[in-house]
């Protein structure tokens, strides 16, 4: 009963978890995310989704000096508990300092596995310290939670590890019994492991170089890094982060990207499956030009897990504007095996989460939760150097200042800022069924002024008329506002007989070029 010691913390941690996207709270920041079913150990038979990632809190760098892990009961994906700290890089072997300043090392992208051993589970992870003599650690614990204590330390080197893992580690278990470690960056590599070090080649194996082909020396696989491999109807899967062509899929080159190849063996020849999310959410403006339609690139780590017989892609989005505040992201995709082939669909980015049939627009939104934010027409621009001069969310964490703006608990909550004129924040997709029989509502919306004057206007399906959007309410805010938190009561008509799902948009216009009409935090719908 080791962490439920901590129910009251875990409760408290909760209430910003929820099954939208980002799943997690909006003040956590879990990019590079592994998921896996794994059984509570407190609680024999019921099975977990627990999400290992790297730990994005340094701020001005990418991960942290720590790993934590969140988990979800597979018989409620709306409940996310922090699971705390499983491993720390503080300290060398027998607790000696791992270099002269004592500083800890940079933790990235991990992985873990489950095996067995005298009839015990067993779960090895590799937390991808990135110092010099350690870039191969492996760590063991006897619970999916930890703590975890490295296991490869050198005998010659007490600061240093042994085995044969590099950049972005993968460890996979075969049904067998047999191991295999994947990794690298710009170029892929594999092996059979040992399965008494778990990290070290299989003696009489030697590490396969180029398993699947890099971004500088093919046009198809382009393989970047984020190797992660699963087995999905006998074919292996490898998911990994693939640095897409420039002009392919009518934008530059990005490793924003997660693609996936598959092969009927663990060290392959792999073929090359296709995109299972990019996270530039691929769209086109009112002129049918493709656009990125949320961060314009950035870099992604995740893979794929079936829970209660659906598959999902587990990803990451970029918050801000860099890659230092990553949120953890999900989707739904279809996975079949057909004709020797394993056919993935590519999922759509949105705000929904686990919430499959749409958000419950009763339900307050954070405005963070926006899969869909584009700053003014970029005609004549170039992308991406238009695109931070609109709407853009910004990065919190959980030790910030949440005065300005507190969703639950008085934890800071990501929300939508520099709302210039040309803005556009969407969410895909509201459920309006819920809205049941109404024909009219009001949307209470919560936001800040910033002495800017404006419009803005709510509408549903597209942010263009011209496109099929429909214009279901509009607010002005005045120059002279207050600038504090303010509660907006807007209008909504013409709900009669909508029902489904709906993307939901709200556009920004002001006479004032290029300054922000508000901080955009939250909104709710409430019928009439």
Not at 427 to 455: C, E, I, Q, R
């Amino acid at each position: 009963m080791k962490k439920h010691l901590y129910s009251l913390a875990l409760s408290v941690f909760a209430l910003g978890a929820n099954a939208q996207n980002p799943y997690m709270p909006l003040w956590e920041h879990i990019p590079d995310g592994e998921p896996y079913v794994f059984e509570d150990p407190d609680r024999p038979g019921e099975m977990r989704v627990y999400v290992y990632g790297s730990h994005d809190n340094l701020k001005q760098y990418y991960c942290g000096h720590d790993q934590v892990v969140w988990s979800a009961s597979v018989s409620d994906l709306t409940d996310w508990r922090y699971d705390g700290v499983i491993f720390r890089s503080t300290h060398g072997k027998d607790g000696r300092p791992l270099n002269g300043d004592m500083k800890p090392d940079i933790l990235y992208a991990p992985d873990i596995v489950e095996t067995e051993e005298n009839g015990r589970k067993v779960y090895y992870l590799c937390p991808n310290t990135q110092n010099h003599g350690r870039n191969n650690m492996v760590a063991k614990a006897y619970r999916p939670d930890g703590p975890f204590e490295v296991c490869n330390w050198s005998n010659d080197n007490p600061a240093a590890t042994y085995g044969v893992f590099g950049f972005d580690p993968a460890i996979f278990r075969d049904d067998d019994g047999r191991v295999y470690g994947y990794w690298g960056f710009g170029r892929s590599h594999a092996a059979e492991l040992d399965p008494k070090t778990m990290c070290s080649e299989k003696p009489g194996t030697k590490v396969i170089e180029d398993l699947i082909p890099g971004f500088e020396q093919d046009d198809t696989f382009r393989f970047f890094e984020a190797s992660s491999m699963r087995k999905i109807g006998g074919k292996y899967v490898l998911v990994y982060s693939r640095m897409t062509r420039n002009g392919e899929f009518g934008l530059p080159a990005s490793n924003y990207t997660l693609a996936y190849a598959y092969s009927n063996n663990p060290l392959g020849p792999f073929t090359y499956g296709g995109t299972i999310i990019d996270g530039r959410a691929r769209g086109t403006d009112e002129q049918g030009n493709i656009i990125p339609t949320a961060n314009p690139d950035g870099n992604t780590h995740g893979s794929l897990q079936e829970i209660n017989g659906k598959w999902y892609v587990f990803y990451h989005r970029q918050t801000g504007t860099n890659e230092f505040s990553r949120q953890a992201m999900v989707a739904p995709v279809d996975v079949k095996v057909e004709g020797g082939k394993v056919i993935i669909s590519e999922a759509e980015y949105t705000s929904e989460g686990f919430c499959t049939e749409g958000l419950n627009p009763l339900h307050r939104t954070p405005a963070g939760l926006a899969c869909y934010y584009t700053g003014p027409s970029p005609v004549g621009k170039k992308y991406p150097d238009y695109f931070f001069s609109g709407s853009y969310i910004k990065a919190t964490y959980a030790d910030d200042d949440a005065s300005d703006a507190s969703y639950s608990q008085n934890k800071p909550f990501s929300y939508m800022v520099n709302n210039t004129d040309g803005s556009i924040v969407g969410y895909k997709y509201f459920n309006f069924s819920k809205l049941g029989k109404a024909d009219t509502a009001t949307l209470s919306v919560h936001l800040k002024p910033l002495g800017v004057n404006g419009d803005v206007q709510v509408m549903i399906d597209s942010p263009w008329t011209s496109k099929g959007g429909k214009v279901i309410g509009s607010f002005h805010i005045d120059k002279a506002s207050p600038q504090r938190n303010t509660e907006i009561p807007v209008a909504i008509n013409g709900l009669k007989g909508l029902k489904g799902k709906h993307a939901l948009f709200f556009i920004f216009k002001s006479a004032t070029k290029e300054k922000s009409l508000c901080d955009f935090y939250d909104f709710v719908f409430n019928v009439n």
